[in-house]
C-alpha cells in the first residue's frame, strides 16, 4: 500500500479541526475556573454572614446586670397616697389603713388596723401621723419638739438630707403626762419646705407593739415623700 500523501486540502481541514478543539478546550477550562472561584466566593460569603449572624445573637442576647427597672415603679407590697390640698404624696404598706373626713385631712392618719378619725383629730390616736405645719410657725415647732419638755424626753436629734429637702431626725421617748403612757418610743422626721412643711410621727401606743417595725415603715414613708 502506498504512503498517503498530505494534500494542502488535507492540511487545512485538519488545522480546522485542531482549532476547534483547542477553542472549545479553552471555553472549558475557562467556565470551570469562573464556577470553581464563585463556588469559592460564595463560601466565603456565607460564613461571612453566619459569623455576623453569631455577633448579632450575642448582642442581643439580654444580660442580667443590664435589667433595671425605674423609680417610678411601685411595689405590690405598698399603696399610694395623694393629698392634693396641700400637694405631697407617699407610699404606705398595702396591708394598712388611712382614712379621712376632710380632703386635708387624707393621707395624714395610718394603722395596721381599720380606725374611724373623729370629728376632734386631735382624738384620734393612730401609730402614724402627718401634720402640716405653717411656715410661719415652723421655728417654734422644731423647738418644741427637738427639746426636752412635759411629754417627752429627748434622746436623739440628727440633721439628715431626703429628697434634697432638710430634715430632723428626732426619737424620744413618753413622760407619761397626757395620755400617752410613760416610757413608750417616739420617732418624728420633721420635713422643711418652703410651702407646707410636714412632721411625720410615729407614736407608740401599746406595750406589746412591734416598735422596730413601725419605726421603719414611718422611716420609709420619710424617704419616699413626694411634693407636687
Known amino acids: 500500500m502506498k504512503d498517503r500523501v498530505l494534500t494542502l486540502a488535507d492540511f487545512?481541514?485538519?488545522?480546522?479541526?485542531?482549532?476547534?478543539f483547542v477553542f472549545l478546550t479553552i471555553?472549558?477550562?475557562?467556565?470551570?475556573?469562573?464556577?470553581?472561584?464563585?463556588?469559592?466566593?460564595?463560601?466565603f460569603k456565607v460564613r461571612e454572614s453566619e459569623n455576623q449572624n453569631e455577633k448579632n445573637k450575642q448582642v442581643e442576647i439580654p444580660q442580667p446586670y443590664a435589667d433595671s427597672q425605674t423609680g417610678s415603679i411601685i411595689s405590690s407590697?405598698?399603696?399610694?397616697?395623694?393629698?392634693?390640698?396641700?400637694?405631697?404624696?407617699?407610699?404606705y404598706p398595702a396591708d394598712w389603713f388611712t382614712t379621712y373626713n376632710t380632703d386635708n385631712q387624707k393621707c395624714t392618719f395610718f394603722a395596721p388596723y381599720s380606725?374611724?378619725?373623729?370629728?376632734?383629730?386631735?382624738?384620734?390616736?393612730?401609730?402614724?401621723?402627718?401634720?402640716?405645719?405653717k411656715i410661719e410657725e415652723w421655728p417654734s415647732t422644731v423647738k418644741?419638739?427637738?427639746n426636752p419638755n412635759d411629754f417627752q424626753n429627748i434622746i436623739s436629734v440628727q440633721n439628715i438630707d431626703i429628697n434634697g429637702k432638710s430634715v430632723k431626725k428626732i426619737k424620744a421617748i413618753s413622760t407619761g403626762a397626757g395620755n400617752?403612757?410613760?416610757?413608750?418610743?417616739?420617732?418624728?422626721f420633721l420635713v422643711l419646705d418652703p410651702k407646707n412643711p410636714l412632721i411625720l410621727s410615729y407614736q407608740q401606743l401599746d406595750k406589746n407593739e412591734n416598735t422596730s417595725l413601725s419605726e421603719g415603715v414611718l422611716e420609709d414613708m420619710t424617704n419616699n415623700l413626694k411634693y407636687f
Do not use: M
Not at 407590697?77 to 407610699?91: I, P, R, W
Not at 400617752?180 to 418624728?188: A, P, T, V, Y
Open 77 to 91: 407590697s405598698v399603696k399610694l397616697c395623694s393629698n392634693t390640698f396641700y400637694g405631697f404624696e407617699l407610699a
Open 180 to 188: 400617752i403612757q410613760q416610757g413608750f418610743d417616739k420617732l418624728s
Open 115 to 133: 380606725f374611724v378619725v373623729p370629728e376632734q383629730t386631735d382624738k384620734t390616736f393612730v401609730p402614724i401621723k402627718i401634720e402640716v405645719v
Open 12 to 20: 487545512k481541514r485538519n488545522s480546522k479541526f485542531i482549532a476547534i
Open 27 to 43: 471555553w472549558a477550562l475557562t467556565f470551570y475556573q469562573l464556577g470553581r472561584h464563585a463556588t469559592i466566593g460564595e463560601f
Open 144 to 146: 418644741f419638739f427637738e
